[in-house]
């Protein structure tokens, strides 16, 4: 298996809402990330997770809470999100931190 | 400060065409740098990734060039098909000894193939 899936594809969600987005990958990488994406711009990283621990925070909001299960996965919880948080959430993950990202398809958020 | 510019910003060709998009960077020293494809909407794929050593790397239809003395990279896509219409984005790793090796991404060139 060489993919990360992530779900939901889609995610429509009130401001008031609380909901997870889930990233899984069983390629046996030690590094997982999280990054935000808006339309016509490049990826923004957010969370770097190295075998299993929180690596690096990009000064993320605590509206967005990621949490790493086991090594195969990677959650990241919403809360209480704005309408400026809409956007493609991409997650990848790479052997270790040094190493090339492999990228999900992403979920498509939107924030009403 | 650590940048990656790529040109055109967009590109539009008929199909069976070929085409050379364009990137340079400011990024020094750099450990690897990636061209990906990324279609509207979906996660980035790998297409190619050349380490600072390397001056060219192919990958079926796309080929990478890249010269480090300029600071230079290219992506030649031959016989060009429909479903080559995407964004196209260089990536360039800087060298560091420590774990953030955060990623400096390019802005993207939008290709669209038409029939």
């Known amino acids: 298996d060489t993919e990360v899936t992530q779900t939901p594809k889609h995610l429509v969600m009130g401001m008031t809402n609380k909901k997870s987005l889930k990233c899984e990958q069983h390629m046996g990488h030690r590094a997982m990330y999280w990054y935000k994406q808006k339309a016509k711009k490049p990826p923004e990283l957010m969370f770097v997770y190295s075998y299993e621990k929180l690596s690096i925070n990009e000064s993320v909001p605590s509206r967005f809470s990621p949490e790493c299960p086991n090594s195969s996965l990677l959650n990241l919880h919403l809360h209480a999100l704005q309408p400026e948080d809409s956007a493609l959430y991409l997650c990848?993950?790479?052997?270790?931190?040094?190493?090339?990202?492999?990228f999900g398809p992403g979920t498509r958020l939107t924030v009403t | 400060k650590n940048q990656v510019e790529q040109s055109p910003q967009s590109l539009i060709i008929l199909e069976g065409k070929n085409c050379t998009l364009q990137?340079?960077?400011?990024?020094?020293?750099?450990?690897?740098l990636r061209w990906y494809k990324q279609d509207t909407g979906r996660g980035p794929v790998s297409l190619t990734i050349m380490t600072f050593s390397e001056n060219t790397k192919s990958n079926g239809r796309y080929t990478a060039t890249l010269d480090a003395d300029t600071k230079q990279s290219s992506l030649h896509i031959t016989a060009s098909q429909l479903s080559d219409s995407a964004s196209y984005i260089c990536?360039?790793?800087?060298?560091?000894?420590?774990?953030?090796?955060?990623?400096?991404w390019g802005l993207g060139t939008s290709l669209a193939v038409n029939p």
């Open positions: 990848a993950s790479s052997q270790e931190i040094r190493y090339e990202q492999y």
């Open positions: 990536v360039v790793t800087p060298y560091n000894a420590g774990n953030n090796r955060k990623l400096i």
């Open positions: 990137c340079n960077y400011t990024v020094s020293p750099f450990s690897n």
